[in-house]
């Protein structure tokens, strides 16, 4: 399994990979049953929605690293469970809150962390797979733009949904009144994609080979 630069993914195994997508699958059914606020729902998980099928629909030609593969899942879980309660009212947020003694939920903080927590190993593989870039510094450079870059696109979203929306709209831009939060968002991202490269480069590069 291999693409056209020749190099060799080691993806997770079938009973893995599929233990994974029924993860996924059964969170995401559980929480569009009766989420606290369908719209804010919709636009929170519809980046699942779209990228299991395409994960899926690829994965003979494109298969993942394991590494990858698990952090999708982590990420996915994530916004899940944001969009069930909406992130400004999560009782892991509350709970979190509490014990660190946070003044706001923290939740959607965690999940501007994991968005460049995760996306930074995505656009790492897709770097190093699609493309002639080598490891070094350029590949750090660009993987974190690429992290940065996304953030600030969701953050556009987040604007237009206000434009479109208006009040409805608050839930999901979960601000909690902190008129600093889009700078905050981008900054956690920021720092969630840089800890990754140090946590999982070694690593992912065991699962990545020519």
Known sequence: MTDHRNVIAQPPARFEAWLLIILVAGALLWSGLAPTDRMTWFLEVVWVIVALPLVMA???RFPLTRLL???LATH????????AYTYAETPLGFQLRD???FERNPWDRVGHFMQGFVPAILARE???RCTPLQRGGWLHYLVLAAA????ALFELIEW???LAFGADADAFLATQGDQWDTQWDMFLCLCGA???LLLWSRLHDRQLGR
């Open 58 to 60: 690829n994965w003979q």
């Open 69 to 71: 593969c698990w952090l």
């Open 76 to 83: 996915a879980l994530v916004l899940i469970y944001g969009g």
């Open 99 to 101: 014990l660190v003694g």
């Open 126 to 128: 897709l770097l190093l």
């Open 148 to 151: 940065l870059s996304f953030s």
């Open 160 to 162: 237009w949904a206000a």
């Open 194 to 196: 840089a800890l990754s």
